[in-house]
Nanobody
Framework: VQLQASGGGLVQAGGSLRLSCTASGRTLSTYSVGWFRQAPGKEREFVAYIDSSGRTTYQSLSVDGRFTISRDNAENAVYLQMNSLKPEDTAVYYC??????????????????????WGRGTEVTVSS
């Protein structure tokens, strides 16, 4: 499955963006999907997870209450709604997928090694 993240851009602090992760080559509806981000000079970090049904989600503590992950399996897409953006949210955002329909442990949701497919990232810049 080929993934593509889109929707990034430049936004002022306090603003909002919605990122999209779309798939080609195969339906995304049976995959769990994660969003990750990598700021300049930093390691890639977990942001949010959603299982294949959309019933189970998890967000990192740094974005909890501000970011919401969702999916529309009819559209073969997963979204990351980002509100109340802060300058520290500036990063390249990546979506990733695993054919496992659900992940039982938070540690597994957060691990980069869990995900088999990665898309090209989309850049988010939040100005102060």
């Amino acid at each position: 499955v080929q993934l593509q993240a889109s929707g990034g851009g430049l936004v002022q602090a306090g603003g909002s963006l919605r990122l999209s992760c779309t798939a080609s080559g195969r339906t995304l509806s049976t995959y769990s999907v994660g969003w990750f981000r990598q700021a300049p000079g930093k390691e890639r970090e977990f942001v949010a997870y959603i299982d294949s049904s959309g019933r189970t989600t998890y967000q990192s503590l740094s974005v909890d209450g501000r970011f919401t992950i969702s999916r529309d399996n009819a559209e073969n897409a997963v979204y990351l709604q980002m509100n109340s953006l802060k300058p520290e949210d500036t990063a390249v955002y990546y979506c990733a997928a695993t054919p496992r329909s659900t992940l039982p442990l938070v540690s597994t949701m957060m691990a980069l090694s869990t995900y088999d497919y990665w898309g090209r990232g989309t850049e988010v810049t939040v100005s102060s």
